[in-house]
C-alpha cells in the first residue's frame, strides 16, 4: 500500500499543477483557523460597507505580509530538499524502523497486560492538571 502512495507523490514532485495544488490545499487546511478572525472582520466590515478603504488596505497588505514568507519558505524548502534528498531518505528509513518498533513495544505491553500497570504508574507520578487534561474529554 505504501509503494502506491510513494509513486503518487513522487509523480507530483517538482512545479507541476497537481504538486501546487495539493500543496495549496494543505496550507489551507493548516493555515485557515489562524487566518480566519483577520479576514473575517475586514469581509465583515467591507459587507457592511464600513471603512472601505481601511479595508481594502488591510486585505492588500495581509495579502503581502502572507505570500512573501510563503514564497522564500517555499524557496528555501525546495532548495534544501534537493540538496539533501538522501538524507532525508535515509533518516525516513530509520524513521519507519523506530516507530515500527514502539508499534512492536506497545503491542507486547497490551498483549501482557503490563500497559495498565504502566499507566497506573504514570498517573500517579503526574501532576494533577495534566491528569484532569488528559480524563477531562
Known sequence: MSVKYTLFFDSLVGESVAAQFLLGLGLGLVWSPCVGPTLGAASLMAAQRNALPEVGATMALFAIGATLPLLALG???????????????????????????????????????????????????????????????
Open 75 to 137: 524557496r528555501l524548502s525546495s532548495r534544501i530538499s534537493t540538496n539533501s534528498r538522501g538524507l532525508l531518505l535515509a533518516l525516513g528509513h530509520r524513521g519507519k524502523i523506530a516507530l515500527g518498533a514502539v508499534a512492536g513495544a506497545t503491542g507486547l505491553l497490551i498483549m501482557t497486560g503490563f500497559e495498565r500497570r504502566l499507566e497506573s504508574f504514570l498517573v500517579g507520578v503526574s501532576p494533577p492538571w495534566l491528569t484532569r487534561l488528559t480524563t477531562s474529554f
